[in-house]
């Protein structure tokens, strides 16, 4: 526990009582459990991965990934079809799917019987989730805002809210209490990068946080999943940054994959192919067997 008191950051075993007593570890042992429809994710005995392209690009895409990963149940497949693109200049490539791309999901989850996360960032369309997505992310961009965390806890389903690449571990847990503090406890964290200033270059965009991922098992019993696609922003270097989420303690990687990640509309840059795919399942499962 870090028990100094100044650094407004830092947090304080007394933080951990007033300021996110629901977040907070009861003792060392406290682990929570979010099952979603029999997976259960914060499981040691899981390594739980998110796997599929950055957008919900079309329904021949989503059933192509989805049947890439139909024998293996730990895999929840993922893409946006809302996306919180930096830009607002959305040329045909980059057009968001939106309902339609919900409608994609909801297809193909029933037809390949698969689990599904994807982002929803307006409290509008949250009455449209119920038979297309199984976990709803919060993204990076909404990790702050406060009036939807609330609203997203009250449909009642697993939540999973990314870290903001600027956020202090106090800001992330402060948004997660909102959560919990509504009544919703099926809440899962994500570490997906954050800005230091030597990622202000063309390689890398952000630097994977695996000090939060070590620090946050210490202090919230929430499980946490890693996500180096977005971190990195690199398809090379995904691989190693996976192994590393998993040894560092992360209870699963989400990534972003697709069939031919060169003509991926969004994000091709970080996205592998199945090829790729599959050589990093195998090491992760050699990663979680030394892990236990
Ligand atoms: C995403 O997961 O596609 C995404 C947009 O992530 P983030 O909110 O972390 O940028
Ligand atoms: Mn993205």
């Known amino acids: 526990m870090i028990d100094n008191k100044f650094p407004g950051k830092d947090i304080t075993s007394e933080d951990l009582k007033t300021k996110f007593p629901l977040c907070a570890k009861k003792n060392s042992n406290h682990k929570s459990i979010v099952n979603v429809g029999g997976v259960r994710i914060g499981d040691k005995k899981n390594v739980i991965i998110f796997a599929g392209p950055n957008m919900v690009e079309s329904y021949s895409l989503m059933s192509s990934v989805a049947k890439k990963m139909l024998k293996n149940k ?3 497949l993922r893409g946006g079809a809302f996306k919180p693109l930096t830009f607002p200049y959305r040329s045909k490539k980059y057009c968001e799917t939106r309902e339609e791309g919900l409608e ?11 689990k599904v996360i994807s982002e929803i960032m307006e409290s509008k369309f949250l009455n ?3 038979e297309s997505i199984d976990i709803i992310q919060i993204g990076a961009r909404n990790m702050q805002n406060y009036p939807f ?3 997203v806890a009250k449909t009642k389903k697993p939540i999973m809210l990314k870290r903001h690449y600027g956020a202090s571990l106090r800001d992330l847990l402060g948004a997660a209490e909102y959560i919990l503090h509504a009544g919703n406890k099926k809440l899962i964290l994500c570490e997906r990068g954050i800005t230091a200033p030597h990622t202000h270059s063309s390689t890398s965009r952000y630097l994977l946080d695996l000090t939060a991922v070590v620090a946050l098992k210490e202090l919230t019993h929430l499980p946490i999943i890693s996500d180096p696609s977005h971190a990195c922003f690199n398809s090379k270097w995904v691989h190693d940054l996976s192994l590393a989420s998993l040894a560092a303690g992360s209870d699963g990687i989400m990534l972003e994959i697709h069939p031919d990640p060169k ?5 091709n840059l970080q996205t592998i192919n199945y090829r790729q795919f599959d050589k990093l399942i195998k090491e992760l499962k050699k990663i979680a067997k030394v892990m236990k």
């Open 128 to 130: 449209k989730v119920d």
């Open 149 to 151: 965390l609330v609203d």
């Open 263 to 267: 003509n991926a509309k969004v994000d």
């Open 104 to 114: 994609f999901l909801k297809y193909v989850r029933k037809k390949y019987n698969c």
């Open 74 to 76: 730990l895999i929840f």
